[in-house]
């Protein structure tokens, strides 16, 4: 199978990490960096994080914007439920159920079975995870 390349990000010290990771702290504040590991591990490994993105996230791509949010918000709501019900992801967003269940319809027609394969449902929480970091660090 073929991968893509990708560099490897340069080592960084743990003091460059701390500090990226600390921006808007207030420059003598201390980040604590067993609160934040996950959040440090998805904005460090931008080269991978990026391709697993637009892997799983690129079905979202071609559709306005407004709509690819709503899926996107509605995906990550089905993969952290635990029964994957229309009303359970409902309640977990606020909303109606019969909005999601046309949402959930969508996520079938986008995915397939991949959205009952545990690895691709890993993948695709990790993607949305650090499409979400990215945009709210940048």
Do not use: Y
């Amino acid at each position: 199978m073929a991968v893509p390349a990708v560099r490897p990000p340069r080592p960084r010290p743990a003091h460059g990490t701390a500090q990226s990771a600390g921006r808007g702290t207030g420059g003598g504040v201390f980040l604590h960096a067993d609160d934040e590991l996950a959040e440090l591990h998805l904005l460090r490994g931008a080269p991978i994080g990026q391709l697993l993105g637009r892997r799983v996230l690129g079905v979202f791509a071609d559709l306005p914007p407004g709509r690819a949010a709503g899926l996107a918000e509605t995906l990550d709501a089905l993969l952290m439920s635990w029964g994957r019900t229309a009303p359970e992801v409902a309640q977990a967003l606020g909303i109606h159920s019969q909005p999601v269940r046309k949402r959930l319809r969508r996520l079938e027609e986008l995915f397939g079975d991949r959205l009952a394969d545990p690895r691709f449902r890993v993948e695709a929480l990790l993607a949305l995870r650090t499409h979400a970091l990215r945009a709210n660090a940048g």
